[in-house]
Antibody
Framework: EGQLVETGGGLIQPGGSLRLSCTTS????????MAWVRQAPGKGLEWVSVLFSGGTTKYADSVKGRFTISRDNSKNTLYLQMNSLRAEDTAVYYCAREHDNSSHFDSWGQGTLVTVSS | QSVLTQPPSVSGALGQRITISCTGGSSNIGAGSDVHWYQQLPGKAPTVLIYDSDKRPSGVPDRFSGSKSGTSASLAITGLQAEDEADYYCQSYDISLDPLYVFGGGTKVTVL
């Protein structure tokens, strides 16, 4: 399946902001449903946000009002703007493509680690 | 606490058959939403193992199979091999729209 590459993770203080990027050379981000899924250290997978091809966005309650998903079609890149970061946002963040005829994620990036700590 | 419930761990001997359960509710699996299964090897991203409850992507061995009934689903691994030792997650779509995509808490498979 398509290759996704995330960047932008790092160490950030509580209350800070960070923007993650996800790009691919194998398909058009704008033609697909693209999502962010995170995994806290030693924990399970948690869906964070999705951007549908038509432009509609959805968020998990845990990030609503603090995170914003968007895309830049000219750069074929998906973004996740994360504001007001909390310790509990510490996780590996994966971008993933939803299969066009199913609700499963058929392509995942390698993940980027976000650590929120003072 | 995850919306979908999985056992934290399952173990089996080489060559044995094991199953992993995934229990949801009336707004996801019970509403007819398909169930998908992912395998996550240590330090790696998840990869889809079974989609739409019982379909295998190309390249996935037929030792892996999935089924769904009512508000639950199962992943079966027959002829357990050492390389099957990994974490397994189920995932579905929730019609309540909050959250939209739901995962199980994950099951660690240990090969004895």
């Amino acid at each position: 399946e398509g290759q996704l590459v995330e960047t932008g993770g790092g160490l950030i203080q509580p209350g800070g902001s960070l923007r993650l990027s996800c790009t691919t050379s194998e398909f058009l981000v704008s033609h697909n449903y693209m999502a962010w899924v995170r995994q806290a250290p030693g924990k399970g997978l948690e869906w964070v946000s999705v951007l549908f091809s038509g432009g509609t966005t959805k968020y998990a309650d845990s990030v609503k009002g603090r995170f914003t998903i968007s895309r830049d079609n000219s750069k074929n890149t998906l973004y996740l703007q994360m504001n007001s970061l909390r310790a509990e946002d510490t996780a590996v963040y994966y971008c993933a493509r939803e299969h066009d005829n199913s609700s499963h994620f058929d392509s995942w990036g390698q993940g980027t680690l976000v650590t929120v700590s003072s | 606490q995850s919306v979908l419930t999985q056992p934290p761990s399952v173990s089996g001997a080489l060559g044995q058959r094991i199953t992993i359960s995934c229990t949801g509710g009336s707004s996801n699996i019970g509403a007819g939403s398909d169930v998908h299964w992912y395998q996550q090897l240590p330090g790696k991203a998840p990869t889809v193992l079974i989609y739409d409850s019982d379909k295998r992507p190309s390249g996935v061995p037929d030792r892996f199979s999935g089924s769904k009934s009512g508000t639950s689903a199962s992943l079966a691994i027959t002829g357990l091999q050492a390389e099957d030792e990994a974490d397994y997650y189920c995932q579905s779509y929730d019609i309540s729209l909050d959250p939209l995509y739901v995962f199980g808490g994950g099951t660690k498979v240990t090969v004895l």
